[in-house]
């Protein structure tokens, strides 16, 4: 149990921080939720009525699916796309899909290569292009999620002020939608391109993340 938790100590962490601070969301989020239907004049809802509702689904939502949009972008255009210096990028002369060598698939495949490697044809495409199939359905599910939660939340709201709902279409082209939805994303684009730049000049010695203390500013790829 101990050599389990010791290697797979970073994902465990990282799940228990995300099962806390879903945690604390739905506390925070109930407590707002309730302030605001006393300043409306409107009765308290239990945490369970919070947890169902639109308003909640719809915060949780929306902060997945730019969180995934995110690692989407970078996994796919980190294919093409270098930043000189950077430990997040490739070299500028590894640019591309590289070689079947370098990818260590079908001849060049080792003992221990996933079986889908070692073979050619959808089997050997699906399984290398797999963590970008499985973040981009990530994110258009929770886009879709966010979509039809926030249109739900957004005709409440209409319908309180005695306004007519709109449609799931109607609601897309609405600047509640947007504005959701972009306020996110713009975070989620500097926070990468703020790690990909800072990385260049600045080091966190011991992480995989940062090149080593010692390593040139210029040097391209090389991680800690």
Same mark, same amino acid.
């Given at each position: 149990?101990?050599?389990?938790?010791?290697?797979?100590?970073?994902?465990?962490?990282?799940?228990?921080l995300f099962l806390a601070a879903l945690v604390g969301q739905a %506390? *925070?989020?109930?407590?707002?939720?309730?302030?605001?239907?006393?300043?409306?004049?409107?009765?308290?809802? #239990?945490?369970?009525?919070?947890?169902? @509702?639109?308003?909640? *689904?719809?915060?949780?939502?929306?902060?997945?699916?730019?969180?995934?949009?995110?690692?989407?972008?970078?996994?796919?255009?980190?294919?093409?796309?270098?930043?000189?210096? @950077?430990?997040?990028?490739?070299?500028?002369?590894?640019?591309?899909?590289?070689?079947?060598?370098?990818?260590?698939?079908?001849?060049?495949?080792?003992?221990?290569?996933?079986?889908?490697?070692? %073979?050619?044809?959808?089997?050997?495409?699906?399984? @290398?292009?797999?963590?970008?199939?499985?973040?981009?359905?990530?994110?258009?599910?929770?886009?879709?999620?966010?979509?039809?939660?926030? #249109?739900?939340?957004?005709?409440?709201?209409?319908?309180?002020?005695?306004?007519?709902?709109? @449609?799931?279409?109607?609601?897309?082209?609405?600047?509640?939608?947007?504005?959701?939805?972009?306020?996110?994303?713009?975070?989620?684009?500097?926070?990468?391109?703020?790690?990909?730049?800072?990385?260049?000049?600045?080091?966190?010695?011991?992480?995989?993340?940062?090149?080593?203390?010692?390593?040139?500013?210029?040097?391209?790829?090389?991680?800690?």
């Amino acid at each position: 149990m101990r050599r389990y938790l010791k290697e797979n100590s970073l994902g465990i962490v990282f799940g228990l921080l995300f099962l806390a601070a879903l945690v604390g969301q739905a %506390v *925070a989020g109930h407590a707002d939720f309730n302030q605001q239907q006393t300043a409306d004049g409107l009765p308290h809802v #239990t945490m369970l009525r919070y947890l169902t @509702s639109s308003d909640f *689904a719809v915060d949780v939502a929306e902060n997945w699916q730019s969180e995934y949009l995110q690692f989407l972008l970078f996994l796919v255009l980190t294919v093409w796309l270098v930043q000189k210096g @950077s430990p997040e990028s490739k070299k500028p002369e590894e640019i591309g899909l590289e070689s079947d060598e370098q990818q260590k698939v079908g001849r060049f495949a080792t003992d221990d290569s996933p079986a889908w490697a070692k %073979v050619d044809g959808f089997r050997r495409v699906l399984l @290398s292009n797999s963590l970008g199939l499985v973040m981009g359905a990530i994110f258009v599910l929770s886009w879709l999620a966010q979509s039809i939660a926030g #249109t739900v939340a957004f005709n409440e709201e209409q319908l309180s002020q005695r306004q007519d709902p709109v @449609s799931w279409p109607a609601y897309l082209a609405e600047p509640d939608f947007w504005n959701r939805t972009l306020q996110n994303w713009q975070s989620e684009f500097l926070a990468v391109a703020s790690m990909a730049i800072l990385s260049i000049y600045l080091r966190q010695r011991g992480s995989p993340e940062s090149k080593p203390v010692g390593s040139a500013h210029s040097s391209t790829g090389i991680e800690g």
